[in-house]
């Protein structure tokens, strides 16, 4: 029988041995003005120890995630905070606070996708452009196996935004921030993949999701894009970079706000905005679709 001791013992280190199979998600921002992060979790899974925060240029921030976790995360931009963490972003926005707090990106946003797996059970991933775009990112998994692929969308497409697609900035100027999706767009059952289009075999990729697909081949482009879309891995770390190319052009800037505690989370200021030498080769991998 083991006594109280070993009992404790044995506990922790099936604690530990679980904790050691739990993600790190390494967020960083490659653009070259602030973004605002956010994540939401899904109904069965915990918030992470953040859930909106800011992230200027050049920097990174490593969130700690836990077995079996499941959710999105997304960026802002064009936001505006007050000192409570009440304002408004021009894209991605969750309900005008810093903290989206269970509250969704408000479309179009680009979205990273996932659900950890537990145990031995490989993880499932994907980039979702299926609510539309707002920032080009990658998603570059860390595997501890080897075999993991890189996924995202690295073309910049609010520049070739078709006219009826397009959000424009209120600068003024006229610059397109955003581009919806037909769904969002036209509301039709069709680009919906609702009513009679709800299932793979009627819904079909539209004209503007066929737009979407040649520019980012492996990002999701409408609600059946399974096949070349959803990637496996078993990894420790995701690194998720917005702006992997750094050519996206300037949005309408917001006011600044501080950073959240950097007890919920380690933030890094260095020179390099690229977290992983292996990510430079993995872009060519996109570039050569």
Known sequence: MLSITSLSISLLFCALLSHSFASTFTITNNCPYTIWPGTLSGSSS??????GFQLNAGQSVRIPSVAGWSGRIWARTGCTFDASGAGSCQTGDCGGKLECNGLGATPPASLFEITLGTGDAEDFYDVSIVDGYNLPMVAVPQGDHGGCNATGCVSNLNMGCPKELQVVGGDGEGNVVACKSACEAFGLDQYCCAGEFAN??????????????????????????????????????????????????????GETTPLIEESKMEVSSSNILLPFPMLIPLLFQFISL
Do not use: E
């Open 46 to 51: 915990p918030q992470l120890s953040t859930t």
């Open 200 to 253: 793979p075999t009627t819904c079909r990729p539209s004209f503007y999701a066929s737009i979407f697909k040649r520019a980012c081949p492996r990002a999701y482009s409408y609600a059946y894009d399974d096949g070349t879309s959803t990637f496996t891995c078993k990894a420790s770390d995701y690194a998720i970079i917005f702006c992997p190319m750094n050519g996206v052009k300037r949005p309408n800037d």
